[in-house]
Structures are given as C-alpha cells and as structure tokens.
C-alpha cells in the first residue's frame, strides 16, 4: 500500500503477525526486523508478490535482506581468516634423515644393508663426529646410525611397532620383504588396519614400519 509518497510491503508471518519494510522512492529500503521475518519460511516469493511489479524495486529489497543476514556469517570469516605472512616461510623441503640409536654399528649394518639392501652414504664426515655411525640412503633420504652404549631398552615396548615410535619406509612389495623376514626369522607384525604395510624392529629394537606404494 502507499502512505504518502512511501510504499509500504506489508509481509504476513508465520505467527500471524505483520512486519512492514519501508522503501522510500530512490529504492532504499528502512530498518529492517530480521528477527520476525526469519520466522517466515517462502519470504522470498511473498516479497515478490507484494512488490508487485516493481521488479527494480524488488530486487533491491531482496538483496538488502540477504546481504544483512549474512553480515555475521561474513564477519566471522574475516575474522578467522588470516593472512600468510611470507617472513615466516621458512622453506620446508622434505624429510632430510631419522637418527637411529643403535649399541653396536656391525650387527645394525648387518641388518640395514645385507638383509635390507641399503646403501651406504660415503660423503657423510662419518670421522668428524665423536660417536661411531653410518648414514644409510633411503631413496632421496637417509637414515643416521647411532652407536651408543645405551640405545632404547629392549624390554617393555610394544609388541606391534606401529603403537612404538618408528621410522616408516616406503616400498613397492610387501610380501616380498615379507619372505624375506620369514627366511631370516625375523618376527613382524602386519598393518592393524589392513592395508598393505608390515612392521618389524632392528637389532636395536628400533621400530619399522614398510608401506607399500604404488610408483
């Protein structure tokens, strides 16, 4: 209806009650209750129909309300969102090696390279260190041997080496290195989940998890 020079669109509610939006004649629309008209469930085809032909004038009235009901969920993205801040990149390529205690440096190179197949890393200053060592290649990493008198214990740790702190290897078969394992007698335990992954432990009771992957 018209009062004055205003149109005024009266909008019925759900509960019978009757909000009025006020569009003044440059298409601005006056405060706006949201809390009763979100009461309302087909508010949009109802404006419509008040609005009558007005299609301008509708499209205005539309996109205020729904540019005011989402001013909070706006808000608290802009809040939450944060901005990188390039000074603190700083340059995280890939895993570099895993240091592996171990108490005697010939029987774990006996296992990391004779029953693994493991190479040996001979630009690594194995001499300059005050400890006795290896640096072991594993694909583009390493693993660093450690000869320390006391390595982990070797009583106490969990049967199967994914609930320990281990180092994961990725491979291409596991039931190959399973066979082998069985041939060497070595005790193993398979992914509790699983997938095609095997767990075992160096002499030093390091742990090892091999995953398989496709490549």
């Not at 290896?134 to 390493?142: F, I, K, T």
Request: charged residues 20%; proline residues 6%; hydrophobic residues 35%.
């Amino acid at each position: 209806m018209y009062i004055g020079s205003r149109l005024i669109a009266s909008v019925p509610m759900a509960s019978c009650a009757t909000s009025f939006l006020t569009i003044l004649p440059n298409n601005q629309v006056n405060h706006v209750t949201l809390s009763t008209i979100a009461t309302y469930t087909p508010l949009k085809r109802n404006l419509q129909k008040s609005i009558g032909n007005g299609r301008n004038q509708g499209h205005c009235l539309r996109t205020k309300v729904k540019t005011s009901i989402d001013a909070d969920v706006l808000a608290k993205d802009s809040t939450t969102s944060e901005s990188v801040d390039d000074n603190s990149d700083f340059g995280v390529v890939n895993m570099h090696h895993v240091g592996l205690l171990c108490e005697n440096l010939e029987r774990s190179l006996d296992f990391y390279q004779n029953l693994l197949g493991l190479k040996i890393n001979e630009a690594r200053p194995h001499d300059k260190l005050p400890y006795r060592g290896a640096w072991l290649w594993v694909g583009s990493e390493m693993i660093h041997l450690m000869e320390l008198p006391n390595p982990d214990p070797y009583t106490g740790r969990p049967e199967h080496g994914g609930r320990d702190r281990h180092t994961c290897i990725a491979i291409r078969d596991v039931s190959k290195l399973k066979a082998i394992l069985d041939k060497a007698g070595i005790p193993y335990t398979l992914s509790r989940s699983g997938r095609p992954a095997i767990f075992t432990r160096d002499p030093d009771t390091n742990a090892l998890e091999f995953t398989q992957v496709d490549c």
